[in-house]
């Protein structure tokens, strides 16, 4: 089975680069890093991930929009990450900034419906 393929919506550097190399070594084949709205519009049409990894808040849009937007194509799953209250995000698998490497797993399973332990692709 191939690794399932991430596309992460981050616009902090750091973040998205620590948060790309923890997915890879927990097995993940991250496809690229999205830093704006548009960026993940166009990433995710360009790729077609299995999973996207999003911040609620962008500095160029914001990632609900983002989403709202890759879904007219057809649904992709999506975990969101924030540092505020998710008020907006509710029913919707969430990270809250910081998050343990746990968190992004159980996140991660819930979104795709990826029995735990496995992480490929069905």
């Known amino acids: ?3 399932l393929t991430i ?3 981050e616009d902090d550097a750091l973040i998205g680069l620590l948060l790309s190399e923890m997915l890879t ?3 993940f084949a ?3 890093i999205a830093t704006t709205e548009d960026e993940a519009v166009a990433l995710a049409a360009r790729h077609r991930p299995g999973l996207m990894i999003v ?3 962008l500095k160029q849009g914001n990632g609900i929009s983002a989403m709202q937007r890759i879904a007219r194509d ?3 799953p999506c975990v969101f990450m ?3 209250p998710a008020g907006d995000l509710e029913g919707m698998p969430v990270l809250q900034k910081p998050f343990l490497e746990a968190d992004l797993i159980r996140a991660i399973h819930l979104a795709t419906g990826l029995p735990a332990g496995m992480n490929s692709a069905k």
């Open 55 to 57: 911040d609620q808040y």
């Open 30 to 32: 991250v496809c690229a």
């Open 7 to 9: 596309l992460v919506v």
């Open 82 to 84: 924030t540092g505020a």
């Open 1 to 3: 089975m191939a690794a």
């Open 25 to 27: 070594e927990l097995g």
């Open 74 to 76: 057809g649904p992709v």
